[in-house]
């Protein structure tokens, strides 16, 4: 079925009956050409791409809970390609140009908002700092547009300029940032995906890999064992455990990232805003509500909640930036499971079992990543050749120690980045 405005007014006249489910809900077969494991944003979009791009429609996409239930429906929403080092500025480009186009590719409303992004600063030394950074995204084809204290107020009026701790010098606004309705974009490319053939299989945990000869043959899972000659491994937080099923050991840790929404509030904030003295973002959704976060949790775990200590430094730093946020209700918070890599960039790569790939390490930033990375690892199972803007995001770097992309020059200490 055609999405289409013609077809909402059809269908609100007649009752809305004719809707046909969004994807089909088929039973596992005993074999495929390739599995992935993992329904979150990465898993599903590197299911459309195999079938769009590549062709290969034996596909089927393993997921322990729901569609959409791991952290694509849990982020806070942002989008933006303002990566400053070589290897996640080609990246990321080229996951904000799918984006673009991903309404009319997926044929599904995902309410992408480029609203703009400001990074704001407090110091000329971080001043210095986003220069860079501004010259790195303009020099990589992207847009980014330095403001000082004044073009900051003319966009952001409500913020505290006069009576704080950390003075706001000035922001990079990068217009093309925004936001997007996370959980659509995993319907959108799960229904693409099932379009083309993919059988997208819930409830279904993978709980062993099964290797001959250095070579996969297939997955055993809660639904019994299925046979395939390539699988791909794209389950964020849980990477290590699925990973541990073919025996490796992969250099990611296990964080939770909490996030807040207040309730509904007329249109007050219409960028999305990062303090530069703490770890504080937000932004306002469709629905009205303020959604805001912060730091990891700072200890490592597979819960997908936070605890109190991150959200008080949350709040702390939501009064110091914008003072009038104080008067808001705080409906819910969560958390999701973040699988951060000692340098904070992703691993897109081959493993040392024959037909056997990764894809992981996506850290706190990859919703923004999911077409790319769904467009990359699929070109990579597809063909076994690395795709161009992905190519840097290899495993042995943390082997080596070479080609490491620390972007925000923090080392190892996850709680850093
Ligand atoms: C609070 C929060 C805020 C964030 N904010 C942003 C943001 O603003 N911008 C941004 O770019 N990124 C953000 N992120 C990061 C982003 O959400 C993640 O990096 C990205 O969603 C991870 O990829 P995914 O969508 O494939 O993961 P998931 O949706 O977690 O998908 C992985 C799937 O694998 C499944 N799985 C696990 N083990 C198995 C198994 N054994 N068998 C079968 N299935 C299995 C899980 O159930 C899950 O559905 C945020 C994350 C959180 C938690």
Redesign the pocket.
């Known amino acids: 079925m055609r999405y289409s405005g013609f077809r909402v007014i059809k269908e609100g006249l007649f009752g809305q009956k004719g809707w046909t489910p969004a994807w089909r809900n088929p039973e596992p077969k005993p074999s495929y050409d390739a599995i992935i ?9 590197t299911a459309f791409y195999l079938a769009k791009n590549h062709g290969l429609t034996n596909v089927a996409v ?19 390609a303002n990566y400053f080092l070589p290897g996640n500025s080609e990246f990321y480009s080229h996951s904000l140009k799918l984006w673009e186009g991903m309404e009319q590719e997926l044929n599904y409303n995902v309410m992408h908002s480029q609203r703009g992004l400001i990074n704001l600063f407090h110091s000329d030394g971080q001043r210095d700092a986003f220069v860079r950074r501004g010259n790195s995204m303009v020099n990589q084809g992207d847009d980014a547009v330095l403001l000082d204290r004044d073009g900051v107020q003319s966009h952001l009026p409500y913020l505290d300029f006069d009576n704080v701790r950390f003075p706001v010098y000035g922001g990079l606004l990068h217009p093309r940032g925004g ?1 997007a309705r ?1 959980d659509a974009v ?1 319907w959108g490319y799960a229904r693409g995906a099932d379009a083309r053939g993919v059988d997208l299989i819930q409830n ?4 062993g890999i099964d290797i001959e000869n250095g070579k996969v043959t297939g997955v055993q ?1 809660t639904r019994g064992a299925i046979k395939a000659g390539k699988v791909g491994m ?5 990477s290590g ?2 990973a541990a ?1 073919a025996g490796m050991r992969l250099p990611v840790e296990s964080h ?4 807040f929404v207040t309730e509904g509030l007329k249109p007050v904030i219409d960028h ?1 805003v990062s303090f530069g003295m703490g770890h504080f ?1 937000i932004s306002q959704s469709d629905k009205g509500g303020l959604v805001f ?1 912060g730091d990891l949790d700072f200890y490592a775990s597979y819960a ?1 909640r936070g605890n109190l200590p991150m959200k008080e430094h949350v709040m702390d730093a939501a009064m110091t930036l914008m003072p009038m946020i104080g008067k808001a209700k705080v409906l819910r918070s ?6 951060m890599t000692p340098d904070g960039s992703p691993i897109i790569d081959k493993t040392p079992t024959e037909g056997l790939f990764l ?1 992981c390490g ?9 077409p790319g ?1 769904g467009y990359s690892f699929a070109h990579l199972m597809a063909t076994g050749e690395h795709h161009a803007p992905a190519a840097r995001f290899r495993l042995d770097r943390f082997a080596t120690g070479r080609g490491l992309m620390d972007e925000e020059g923090t080392g190892a200490q996850h709680n850093l980045h």
Do not use: P
């Open positions: 494991i993992g329904g979150g944003g990465h898993g599903l979009a393993l997921e322990k809970g729901y569609l959409g239930g791991g952290n694509v429906g849990r982020n806070t929403t942002i989008v933006r936001t996370h995993a279904c945990e993978v709980t899972t794209v389950v964020a937080g849980r455990q699925v099923m939770i990232l909490q996030a999305v973002y976060g997908a969560w958390g999701g499971i973040m699988d894809n996506w850290c706190y930033g990859g919703f923004k990543a999911v990375s």
